[in-house]
T-cell receptor, first 110, second 114 residues
């Protein structure tokens, strides 16, 4: 079976750094995705990790540890527009369906 | 390149009715997946189509069905609507069937069942 856990809510202030954690249990691992979803909009792709380590993309970085079943999304220099839900997702064993966590709602205040 | 499009964007139906939602994938994408998103359950996988064949199905009752056409466009149908079917229905497309392919989401269809 598959299970993906992430915190429900987080708050932070503009300019700060925030780390959103995700733990997963999968019966086969085919990579881990992070998506951002603003209220009322579709999820948009942020990052994909299949190997251990840190992937950096501008203000956003994503880390993966396969041995620990753990990933995090790091957001630096937070801006108000980063207020959104952040979804962690992993493929099922067959690689045909993305299993999502329930999302972490990040609120950035000034 | 145009993104994933879904029609209609909003829909209001009553219990017992049926509904058909449409999804046009990004040009060149052959895989289409459907998801249901609700505040309580989050994003849940419904089914995935590739080359007109359903490859995988999530844990939803048989009232939820879908199909894919030769041009990769996909439709999903929900029959005998229930109040609990009120949700945002998202479709996502990807190039191919490998697990490394990123899925790109459409704007969704917001279904309200009264």
């Amino acid at each position: 079976g598959q299970n993906i856990d992430q915190p429900t809510e987080m708050t932070a202030t503009e300019g700060a750094i925030v780390q959103i954690n995700c733990t997963y249990q999968t019966s086969g691992f085919n990579g881990l995705f992070w998506y951002q979803q603003h209220a009322g909009e579709a999820p948009t792709f942020l990052s994909y990790n299949v190997l251990d380590g840190l992937e950096e993309k501008g203000r956003f970085s994503s880390f993966l540890s396969r041995s620990k079943g753990y990933s995090y999304l790091l957001l630096k220099e937070l801006q108000m527009k980063d207020s959104a839900s952040y979804l962690c997702a992993a493929f099922n064993q067959a690689g045909t369906a993305l299993i999502f966590g329930k999302g972490t709602t990040l609120s950035v205040s000034s | 390149k145009a993104g994933v499009t879904q029609t209609p964007r909003y829909l209001i139906k009553t219990r017992g009715q049926q509904v058909t939602l449409s999804c046009s994938p990004i040009s060149g994408h052959r895989s289409v997946s459907w998801y249901q998103q609700t505040p309580g359950q989050g994003l849940q996988f419904l089914f995935e189509y590739f080359s007109e064949t359903q490859r995988n199905k999530g844990n939803f009752p048989g009232r939820f069905s879908g199909r894919q056409f030769s041009n990769s466009r996909s439709e999903m149908n929900v029959s005998t609507l229930e109040l609990g079917d009120s949700a945002l229905y998202l479709c996502a497309s990807s190039r191919d069937r490998t697990h490394t392919d990123t899925q790109y989401f459409g704007p969704g269809t917001r279904l309200t069942v009264l």
